[in-house]
């Protein structure tokens, strides 16, 4: 079974800095069916990306998907304050299971 | 809008039964898979299981096998999920959320998540 390992943990950073998140998966990822999420407490999560790349609508061209294979990465390229929340991506398609990474809390430094 | 409205909070024994609702409007509710998540207090998310409104048909994770049974009611456009033999670690915020095939089947729609606390 897929795992996803996400990278760092927590990461601690300005509004207005650029945001690394990694994740990782344990095989690869057939036709690229990864997906991030963004998730705010007491709030579901929220489509970002899906594709590995491709912006869910509506949702700002500051954050941006990569990544093909095992490695996928989702950045963001200035920090707003509403950004801050904790990141999860996701291995879907066509056959389950559907498996979530631990997820990424972004802090704000 | 295009929403999913779930049932409020439940809080259950160990051992008991709980069933959820998820009630789909503002699109073609056959067209698009439902699924069920959930997460424990400060953890994260579990896919639980899939619903295909249109022919009926379900997929379980391995976890949740022989406890878990979700159905659908096509003429009130509602999914139900039915947990069995509730145990604490089965406390969680239980999410369903919509599959659509034009992101390629990921989670586009999110209900608002019912709270499940299982306590003696």
């Known amino acids: 079974e897929m795992v996803l390992t996400q990278s760092p943990g927590t990461l601690s950073l300005s509004p207005g800095e650029r945001a690394t998140l990694s994740c990782r998966a344990s095989?690869?990822?057939?036709?690229?069916?990864l997906a991030w999420y963004q998730q705010k407490p007491g709030q579901p999560p929220r489509l970002l990306i899906y594709?590995?790349?491709s912006r869910a609508t509506g949702i700002p061209d500051r954050f941006s998907g990569s990544g093909s294979g095992a490695d996928f990465t989702l950045t963001i390229s200035r920090l707003e304050p509403e950004d801050f929340a904790v990141y999860f991506c996701?291995?879907?398609?066509?056959?389950?299971?559907?498996?979530f990474g631990q997820g990424t809390k972004l802090e704000i430094k | 809008q295009v929403q999913l409205v779930q049932s409020g909070a439940e809080v259950k024994k160990p051992g008991a039964s709980v069933k959820l609702s998820c009630k789909a409007s503002?699109?073609?509710?056959?067209?698009?898979?439902v699924h069920w998540v959930r997460q424990a207090p400060g953890q994260g998310l579990e896919w639980m299981a899939r619903?295909?409104?249109?022919?009926?048909?379900?997929a379980y994770a391995q976890s949740f096998q022989g406890r878990l049974s979700v159905t659908s009611d096509t003429s009130t456009t509602t999914v139900y999920m039915e947990l069995n033999s509730l145990r604490s670690d089965d406390t969680a915020v239980y999410f369903c959320?919509?599959?659509?095939?034009?992101?390629?089947?990921?989670?586009?729609?999110w209900g608002q998540g019912t709270k499940v606390a299982v306590s003696s």
């Open positions: 619903m295909n409104p249109s022919i009926g048909t379900t």
């Open positions: 503002g699109y073609i509710f056959t067209s698009y898979y």
């Open positions: 095989q690869i990822v057939s036709s690229s069916y």
């Open positions: 996701q291995h879907y398609g066509r056959s389950p299971p559907y498996t």
């Open positions: 594709d590995a790349s």
């Open positions: 959320t919509r599959g659509n095939w034009n992101y390629r089947d990921a989670f586009d729609i």
